[in-house]
């Protein structure tokens, strides 16, 4: 009778748990924590499109497993977002060893997890040694299913030839982009892109996982090298709906609202500045990287396209969110609110600053009257307590930001 007893008060608990834990907000917050315990342990997954991929996996993963805690069914199919990852990491060049430890590491997450929540809630002792021991056994009945899954899909991506070409190709692009010692000229031969040119970086992703994501990207940047450079393409998939490129250019990019540049939803492009050598591979690459960072923390409706030239200062003074939001709280003042009135004496002085103190450039611009911009300045001024020739850098700076990521 015990027994009975004890195993009715084992499935509450683990009902209520699952009750709680699945709602969006709280689940996102698990498995934030479950995949920072897994990329400490494997810094190859810091990646942001290898990040993006594990958290999508682990999500679906966490519904499936939750879901089964409450039910005496053994059986958890894999998720598409699991096959998703394990076809990027084959596709990255990574050792199949990788994507094992994943698993394992997962499990050894979960099980820390659920034994910090026990010992929180502070079950009787024959309670959460019976939750834990249900908890270990379908975890590991999961690990050892999805294994052996992911690990045929992981093979089957490998044997589709994508071992001969993308590997090669992800290898000598990682050890460019680690600094490593390599010689260009076996590199080209390698990557079938000639290193000793100058070429522009590029990184496109898309806002949400598409299944063609990275045949779409391959083909809005091969008509990018068609029209902007001069026909040399290099192309990696970095994530499932994520690709690096590299464009050999010969000329001066075009203004990135060129309509040569236009994408559709759901693509975006960042974009590094022209570069030439390895060292320019590498650095192009960078910024790409960073201007790509900055379009993910921005306010929305900032263009699809965004060149790094454009948002340097905001990567840089961003770099640290709270000293950045000092910085503009400091030199704004009250011209950091979000009313329209505020917004307009921002541009303006934005616009002032950037034809170099002149009203009637600006007003050009703005499309307004001089005395507008006047009018405005001197307001601008009275609102900030000081002359704008006393820290007209740091204010440029701040707008920079504001601009960017909003207030």
């Given at each position: ?357 002149s009203p009637d450039a600006a007003a050009k611009l703005l499309g307004v009257h001089k005395n507008t911009v006047r009018y405005r300045i001197q307001r601008i001024e009275e609102l900030l307590g000081h002359s ?20």
């Open positions: 009778m015990a027994t009975t007893v004890n195993s009715a008060e084992i499935r509450q608990w683990i009902a209520d748990f699952v009750a709680e834990t699945l709602p969006a907000a709280t689940l996102e917050q698990v498995v934030t924590r479950l995949d920072n315990a897994i990329i400490t342990r494997i810094p190859e997954l810091r990646d942001r499109d290898m990040r993006r991929d594990l958290a999508a996996s682990s999500r679906a993963h966490a519904v499936a497993v939750l879901s089964g805690l409450t039910q005496d069914r053994f059986d958890y199919p894999v998720p598409e977002e699991a096959h998703a990852f394990a076809r990027t990491v084959a596709r990255r060049g990574y050792d199949v060893r990788l994507l094992l430890r994943v698993y394992h590491l997962g499990q050894e997450a979960v099980i820390d997890y659920m034994t910090e929540v026990l010992e929180q809630r502070q079950l009787p002792p024959d309670i959460e040694r019976s939750v834990l021991l249900r908890l270990f056994d379908r975890t590991t009945r999961w690990v050892s299913t999805s294994v052996e899954t992911l690990t045929d899909t992981y093979m089957a991506e490998r044997e589709r030839g994508l071992r001969a070409a993308f590997t090669q190709r992800a290898e000598i692009v990682r050890a460019l982009l680690d600094g490593s010692d390599v010689d260009a000229e076996t590199a080209s031969a390698g990557l079938g892109y000639r290193l000793t040119q100058r070429h522009v970086a590029l990184v496109l992703w898309t806002d949400e996982a598409a299944g063609e994501a990275v045949g779409l990207l391959d083909r809005i940047v091969a008509r990018y090298a068609a029209a902007l450079g001069n026909g040399s393409l290099l192309t990696v998939p970095s994530g499932a709906s994520a690709l690096w490129a590299w464009i050999g250019v010969d000329g001066d990019l075009p203004d990135p609202a060129d309509p040569a540049w236009s994408v559709d939803a759901p693509v975006r492009v960042a974009v590094g500045l022209p570069a030439a050598h390895t060292a320019g591979f590498r650095g192009s690459h960078r910024e790409a990287v960073a201007a790509r960072h900055v379009a993910e923390r921005a306010r929305p409706n900032l263009p699809r396209v965004l060149p790094y030239s454009e948002v340097e200062v905001a990567y840089l003074a961003g770099a640290d969110e709270t000293a950045m939001r000092a910085l503009v709280d400091r030199e704004l003042g009250a011209l950091a609110a979000a009313d329209p009135q505020s917004a307009r004496l921002r541009e303006t002085l934005h616009a002032y600053l950037r034809v170099r103190r704008l020739d006393q820290r007209g850098a740091r204010l440029e700076i701040a707008l920079e930001c504001v601009a960017i990521y909003g207030v």
